[in-house]
């Protein structure tokens, strides 16, 4: 019989199209609202509106640096790989959560780094949430788990 984790694991996030959209919103109602609902002198808006907008560009940059694929290497080595396709090497570590409702995972970088990931159900197929937990599971032993 075969072991099924002797391929390596590969996992496709879905872009976080609900963050992204929430972004917006919020950015969007903050400044409505800083607009028409306050009484503050002219430049006062205008500083407070560049300083929103600017912690604006500043979130969906760092949203632009989330994974979109996860890819075993050997044993604890991930290949993890951005937005734009950039390819990152990393070390998973064994400080993360699973649960069925949530997967945080902990990565230590080339550069020594930490990096943290958190998965959601949506972000993967059904499918792929599972196996990906089961592995966690078998795998890091120490995790802890909502089980």
Known sequence: MSNSYDTPLR???????AYQWWLLSLHAAAALVLLLLTTLAASLKIV?????FAMLYWQ????????????Q???LGWLLEDQDGRPTV???????????????????????????????PYMLDKNSFRQLCVYLRMTNLSLPTDE
Do not use: C, N
């Open 90 to 120: 990393a070390t998973l570590l064994d400080e993360g959560y699973v649960s069925r409702w949530l997967i945080i995972l902990h990565f230590k970088m080339v550069d020594a780094q930490r990096r943290s990931i958190v998965i959601l």
């Open 48 to 52: 407070l509106l560049l300083i929103l």
């Open 73 to 75: 290497q050997d044993g």
């Open 11 to 17: 996992f496709e996030l879905s872009p976080a199209g």
């Open 60 to 71: 969906w940059q760092k949203l632009r640096l989330l994974p979109r694929r996860l890819i």
